[in-house]
């Protein structure tokens, strides 16, 4: 499993959306820590919950530690996403 510290550089929202894409495409289990620690309203906001269950949904993936204001999000990718011929 592949570890993504979410404070890194600007440490919004687009490292979680990123990584959970990233994920989702090569088949890796992540964990995403720290998310948008910088921040002054720091963890998952409910827009990046809905970036993060829409992707779950293409892979059938299994996610830990969604909800509001989380600060951890574990995603395990089950299915590949398919092609589109």
Do not use: C
Request: net charge positive; aromatic share 4%; no cysteine.
């Amino acid at each position: 499993m592949i570890e993504v510290d979410g404070s890194f550089g600007e440490g919004g929202g687009q490292l979680l959306r990123y990584s959970v894409a990233l994920s989702a495409i090569l088949g890796v289990p992540i964990k995403i820590f720290n998310i948008r620690a910088k921040r002054s309203n720091p963890g998952l906001r409910p827009q990046h919950m809905t970036a993060v269950k829409l992707i779950a949904s293409i892979v059938n993936a299994e996610v830990e530690g969604l909800k509001v204001g989380s600060m951890t999000v574990t995603f395990k990718p089950k299915t590949p996403p398919k092609g589109g011929n």
